[in-house]
Structures are given as C-alpha cells and as structure tokens.
C-alpha cells in the first residue's frame, strides 16, 4: 500500500493537470468566440457602408474598401473583393427605403459623425472616377493639384461632422502623401494618355490581307513540298523578335494578347509556328 505522502503527490500531480485542462479549454473557448465574432459587423458599421456606397454613388467599390481597413484594424481574416461586395449588397438590400432617404441625406443623425471615415472612401471613390472619365472621353491626364480640386469639393452638401477631413492644397506634403495613397489603392499612375487616331475597319481589314499574303522566302525554291513564309514575318524572326515582340499576355484574361488583340496574337502564332517548321525543313534538307 502506498504510504500518506505519495498519495498526496499523486493528488497535487492530478489537480496540476486539472487545472492546465481547465485553462487549455477557457483558451479555445476563447479564440472560439473570437472567430466567431469576424466579419459580425456591428449595426454603425453597417449605416456607414451603406452611407459610403450611396455617397460613392451607389458603387460597392468605397464601401469594399472601408470594410477592408476596418476589418485589417481588428487582425481579422482577409476576405475577397468579391465576398466583400456581395456583404455591401446585402446590407443595401437589408436597409429599408427611409433608412436609406436618411443615409443619403445625413441630416440629424445621432451617429453622423462615425460616418467620416467611410466617406472618406467615398471621397476617393469619386475622385478616381472623375480621372478614370478625363482620361477615357477627353484623353486628359488630371494634374495633383486637379485631383484635389475635386476631392475637396466632395462633401460640401453633408454636415460638417460627417464631412471627411480637409486635404489641403498640393504644396502641403499631406496632400502629395494623399494623393500618393489614392494612385496607389485605385491603380492609379503618373504619366500621359496614350491617344491614337481611330482606324476605319476596312482600311484594318485591308491591312490584315496584305500582310497575309504568302511568300516564299529569299533563295528557296516554290514547289508542292515548300513552306510558305512571310518576308517581314522572317526577317523579324532573323533579328530575334519576333517572338519577343508578340508573345501572349500570361496574366488576366487568356483570350488576350498584351496588346489587347487576341487576332493579331492568333496570326503571328501561325507566323511563328510557319518560321520553326521551314527551319526545320531546311535542316533535314
């Protein structure tokens, strides 16, 4: 039989582990709770993406972009832009039609004020379009200091304690980091608009015949067993681009070529595939 003292050490020894049990679960049940409280927006939270999405107008992409910083300030789980705009067309849907006429408004709200960060979205939301609309109808590339122009007179409409926070002009260095911020979160670049003049389809079509007019290539003989090539496409070949020049965009939309033109990709594929073959020809020849 064992004696007093050894009973005692096995009792301390067991109540040991009872307690690193007992607080090995509180732990779990505690990181439990946490992860199921990710993404469970509270009720400011989602006036404020729906107020960012109508400000934006009516744009899920600011209100996207408030629920990725306010979930990134809480260390929660990334979550996809696409997850995410279905969440903000969710919360919309769930708003009813006095709620949302109050949210555009933003007049006498109790919690107005928690609204200026996501409005802030808004705010760059509407300035990137604005450039986006100069560059596409006008081919106009806006200057920083236009840029600010239009952001500032965002928000000249709300209550001043919903309204985002003053830039400043562009000799200020917070609104050259600001603007800086807004490039780079929208994909945004210094730089000119490429504008070229428009080419009729015909003259498009005419060209594209041309150069696909065959012909053999310089000192080989035509014959039933010769392979056709084209002159420019060889020589271009003989300099090493042809292939640098042409080859097809591996990212983003694989029916497009890196210049946007699956047909001319297609056309010097075949080119190229015409090039190896007579090469290979006149080897074994």
């Known amino acids: 039989m064992a004696s007093r003292e050894e009973l005692e050490s096995a009792l301390a020894g067991l109540k040991a582990e009872e307690d690193a049990v007992t607080s090995q ?4 049940k505690r990181r439990t709770a946490a992860v199921q409280r990710q993404w469970v927006l509270p009720p400011i939270v989602r006036r404020a993406s729906v107020a960012a999405y109508i400000a934006g107008g009516f744009a899920v992409e600011p209100a996207v972009e408030y629920l990725v910083a306010y979930g990134r300030q809480r260390h929660w789980p ?16 769930a708003t009813s039609d ?9 007049d ?42 239009h952001a500032e007179a965002f928000g000249s409409d709300l209550p001043d304690a919903a309204r ?30 490429r504008v070229k003049e428009a080419v009729p389809t015909d003259e498009k079509r005419d060209k594209a015949r041309c150069a696909a007019t065959a012909r053999p290539a310089q000192g080989s003989k035509t014959g039933a067993n010769s392979v056709p090539i084209f002159g420019n496409a060889w020589r271009a070949h003989k300099r090493g681009r042809l292939w640098g020049l042409y080859r097809p965009a591996l990212c ?29 020809a006149g080897r074994q020849r």
């Open 25 to 28: 679960l509180a732990a779990a």
């Open 78 to 93: 990334d979550r996809c832009v696409g997850e995410l705009g279905e969440l903000v067309h969710d919360l919309v849907l």
């Open 98 to 106: 006095d709620n949302i006429a109050e949210l555009a408004a933003l």
């Open 108 to 149: 006498g709200l109790p919690d107005v004020g928690a609204f200026a960060p996501a409005l802030s979205y808004a705010r760059e939301w509407r300035t990137v379009v604005h450039a986006r609309r100069l560059n596409e109808q006008s081919g106009i590339a806006p200057s920083t200091a236009q840029l600010l122009t």
């Open 164 to 193: 985002p926070r003053a830039i400043g002009s562009v000799s200020a260095s917070r609104a050259r980091a600001w603007t800086y911020r807004l490039r780079r979160r929208w994909g945004g670049r210094l730089g000119r608009p």
């Open 252 to 280: 983003g939309n694989a029916r497009r070529s890196r210049n946007g033109n699956a047909m001319r990709a297609q056309f010097w594929a075949h080119i190229f595939g015409q090039v190896v073959a007579a090469r290979a």
